[in-house]
């Protein structure tokens, strides 16, 4: 079979997008920008305080939101690659479902906030971390399902 | 749960697909099955250190 670059970014391109936003903070930068758009209510309390500091209230919930945009690229990327064998697709289901089963019972459990506290050196990188991470398991998906 | 738990249980879930097409398409010696026997190994090792942090957590709180 020949396979092409193309056949392998297709299904690499949402854990690509996905580690490349978190590179740029995205999640941080709007949660910030968000926080400043609404100077008078800010859920951040002590606004200018907060300012200074780069609004350190919102760091815990961005890598949160980091790792979970990383399951949920892990998630489209291996739709794109099983979508094409028709005949697994009860399989593709069932991972399907277990994947929507641990999203959910991480977003629920207090662990995935509180990184910041249990691990402070691994915390600042965790977002990235986790979607490089993403990227290599629909990388080797993607290797299993075209050879 | 944790971040290492979450990327494991995603690679567990992905193993249950590509041991199934492994299976579909020539057994254990498929590239498949291969991959997914080797992300079923390194979830299982996520999830157990995810619990262990958790246990280790839960220790340290009724300590403190």
Not at chain 1, 8 to 31: D, E, K
């Amino acid at each position: 079979m020949d396979i092409t670059y193309e056949a392998y970014l297709a299904r690499i391109f949402p854990p690509l997008v996905s580690l490349i936003l978190s590179m740029l903070r995205f999640n941080f930068s709007v949660m910030k920008v968000g926080v400043q758009a609404d100077e008078k209510d800010s859920v951040c309390g002590d606004f200018d305080r907060q300012k200074e500091k780069k609004f350190p209230c919102l760091k815990r919930n961005a890598t949160a939101l980091s790792m979970l945009y990383a399951a949920i690229s892990i998630a489209m990327s291996f739709f794109v690659t099983a979508i094409l064998h028709k005949e697994l697709m009860s399989a593709a289901l069932l991972s399907g479902g277990a994947m929507l089963i641990v999203m959910i019972a991480a977003v629920v459990s207090d662990d995935f906030y509180l990184i910041g506290v249990r691990h402070p050196k691994l915390a600042p990188h965790a977002g990235w971390i986790a979607n490089l991470a993403a990227l290599a398991i629909s990388a080797a998906t993607s290797y299993a399902v075209l050879h | 749960m944790n971040g290492i738990g979450l990327m494991s249980g995603m690679m567990l879930a992905i193993a249950i697909y590509l041991v199934s097409l492994g299976y579909a398409n020539g057994g254990l010696s498929s590239t498949a099955m291969q991959v997914g026997i080797a992300f079923i190994a390194i979830g299982s090792v996520g999830l157990l250190s995810d619990f262990a942090s958790r246990r280790n957590s839960a220790k340290k709180r009724l300590c403190a």
